[in-house]
């Protein structure tokens, strides 16, 4: 008998899922080093940007459950619970908690002008996402779950 871990990995839902969330953060990576012109590795495993690397994630795992266990099946129903708190969570919570950093930050450079080691540590910002990111990232996570399905 084969460990669990390893059935769940060849299953078609948990590949699509995974893979989708690679290719968009690649992708936010590279444009960034485009756009720049120069590379950052963290631009490749952040939070936030255009699309949702989550949405498009959580989505394509719900397509994908779709097309393998039917629309009327229990998975389908958890996953897209799932997946509609997450997309949720994201324009949200973490979206507020971007904001805040952001204000956080200014109080910082305004108390603290000449402290250059407080300055350094500045709070990452770009934690959330719009409501249409969220919805880009949703629509090429079922776009891409569609392809996997019929090619």
Do not use: C, K, N
């Given at each position: 008998m084969k460990?669990?871990?390893?059935?769940?990995?060849r299953t078609f839902p948990?590949?699509?899922?995974?893979?989708?969330?690679?290719?968009?953060?690649a992708q936010k990576g590279i444009v960034w080093w485009l756009r720049s012109g120069h590379?950052?590795?963290r631009?490749?495993?952040?939070?936030?940007?255009?699309?949702?690397?989550h949405s498009a994630s959580v989505s394509a795992l719900t397509t994908a459950v779709a097309f393998s266990d039917g629309v009327r099946s229990p998975l389908f129903s958890v996953t897209l619970y799932f997946s509609l708190?997450?997309?949720y969570d994201a324009t949200g919570?973490?979206?507020a908690a971007g904001h805040q950093a952001s204000i956080l930050n200014r109080l910082m450079e305004t108390q603290y002008t000449t402290d250059r080691q407080v300055l350094e540590?500045?709070?990452?910002?770009?934690?959330?996402?719009?409501p249409f990111e969220v919805v880009i990232?949703?629509?090429?996570?079922?776009?891409?779950a569609l392809v996997w399905y019929h090619v």
């Open positions: 460990p669990a871990i390893v059935e769940t990995m948990f590949l699509i899922a995974v893979s989708i969330m690679l290719i968009v953060q590379l950052d590795f631009r490749f495993v952040r939070t936030g940007g255009m699309p949702s690397a708190v997450v997309m919570l973490r979206r540590h500045r709070l990452w910002e770009l934690l959330g996402h719009t990232g949703a629509v090429v996570g079922v776009a891409y």
